[in-house]
Nanobody, 115 residues
């Protein structure tokens, strides 16, 4: 089992920044992928960004150039630095861990961008 604890969500004005964190604990495999997904009201959950334990990253086109994903393998923690935020970035952001025997999700953190 893997437990994920997210933090860093909140309410900011358009153009502002937020940094999300997700700490993983439990049965962590050294080779894994962690990432962020988001779900806006009445929309499907979508990928935001992922990063492998080796440091390879992948971003949704909608966030390229504005969001940066990073990780600290020693702390089993992944971060999402979000800059130039837009109202359409408003959503619940979920952390995901994939590795070993399966995939696990965090509880989600609300990000709200006011115009």
């Amino acid at each position: 089992q893997v437990q994920l604890v997210e933090s860093g969500g909140g309410l900011v004005q358009a153009g502002g920044s937020l940094r999300l964190s997700c700490a993983a604990s439990g049965s962590i495999f050294s080779r894994n992928t962690m990432g962020w997904y988001r779900q806006a009201p009445e929309k499907q959950r979508e990928l935001v960004a992922t990063i492998t334990s080796g440091g390879s990253t992948n971003y949704a086109d909608s966030v390229k150039g504005r969001f940066t994903i990073s990780r600290d393998n020693a702390k089993n923690t992944v971060y999402l630095q979000m800059n130039s935020l837009k109202p359409e970035d408003t959503a619940v952001y979920y952390c995901k861990y994939s590795g070993g025997y399966g995939a696990y999700w965090g509880q989600g953190t609300q990000v709200t961008i006011s115009s």
